[in-house]
């Protein structure tokens, strides 16, 4: 069946950085588009941040993330990443990467970021 599972969340300080993984595994993840979504704390739902093209040659972000964050993926390894630099408190948030791919939605379970100083 179809598993996203993310990694790489954390605590950092104010500036600092974190590389966030959304490792996939049954379906043909070149085929996907994939996103990075967040949930911040005491928000409604999952604000976008992301979504990187099938081969990767293309990228989209949110305004609040532009400069400072990349998504990147590795076909062969099934693997998405979120590089997150110069991060702020206001960047504290549940992190997830989700795909449609056939007719439904996958989500993975999220990783933890938190930004404190």
């Known amino acids: 069946q179809v598993q996203l599972v993310e990694s790489g969340g954390g605590s950092v300080q104010p500036g600092g950085s974190l590389r966030l993984s959304c490792r996939a595994s049954?379906?043909?993840?070149?085929?996907?588009?994939m996103y990075w979504y967040r949930q911040v704390p005491g928000g409604k739902g999952r604000d976008l941040v992301g979504?990187?093209?099938?081969?990767?040659?293309?990228?989209t972000y949110a305004d609040y993330v532009k400069g400072r964050f990349t998504i990147s993926r590795d076909n062969d390894k099934y693997t998405m990443f979120l590089q997150m630099n110069n991060l702020k408190p206001e960047d504290t948030a549940v992190y997830s990467c989700?795909?449609?791919?056939?007719?439904?939605?996958?989500w993975g379970q999220g990783t933890q970021v938190t930004v404190s100083s």
């Open positions: 979504y990187i093209s099938k081969s990767g040659d293309s990228t």
């Open positions: 049954g379906f043909t993840f070149r085929n996907a588009v």
């Open positions: 989700f795909t449609h791919y056939g007719v439904d939605d996958y």
